[in-house]
């Protein structure tokens, strides 16, 4: 199977930047849909973006013009770039080689997860 690893969390104050990336190792041939998830303390865990092994993407409505995801498939790196961060956009962030709706982050039934990164904002 593919081994996850998030980086590039942190704290930031409101209207601030941070650049998420998810390293994959081991099968990496089992990324053809990957996707950055995040769960807030008593939220249910949300598909933010997605994006396919072709470079389709997905966005939720709450991240849309804010939030990009891209790939680089030769580096086997999924990235997430946020801008315009928001108070509300604090959680632990996942990447996940499925796309799937589930309560909680990460799951395990559902592929392969990364550990998970916090973002704080302020």
């Known amino acids: 199977h593919v081994q996850l690893v998030e980086s590039g969390g942190g704290s930031v104050q409101s209207g601030g930047s941070l650049r998420l990336s998810c390293t994959l190792s081991?099968?990496?041939?089992?990324?053809?849909?990957m996707g950055w998830y995040r769960q807030a303390p008593g939220n249910a865990c949300e598909l933010v973006t997605s994006?396919?092994?072709?470079?389709?993407?997905y966005y939720a409505d709450s991240v849309t013009g804010r939030f990009t995801v891209s790939r680089d498939n030769a580096k086997n790196t999924l990235y997430l770039q946020m801008n315009n961060l928001e108070p509300e956009d604090t959680a632990v962030y996942y990447c996940?080689?499925?796309?799937?709706?589930?309560?909680?982050?990460?799951?395990?039934?559902?592929?392969?997860w990364g550990q998970g990164t916090q973002v704080t904002v302020s």
């Open positions: 996940a080689n499925r796309w799937v709706a589930t309560a909680t982050c990460p799951d395990p039934r559902f592929g392969s």
């Open positions: 081991g099968y990496t041939e089992d990324s053809s849909e």
């Open positions: 994006i396919s092994d072709e470079g389709s993407t």
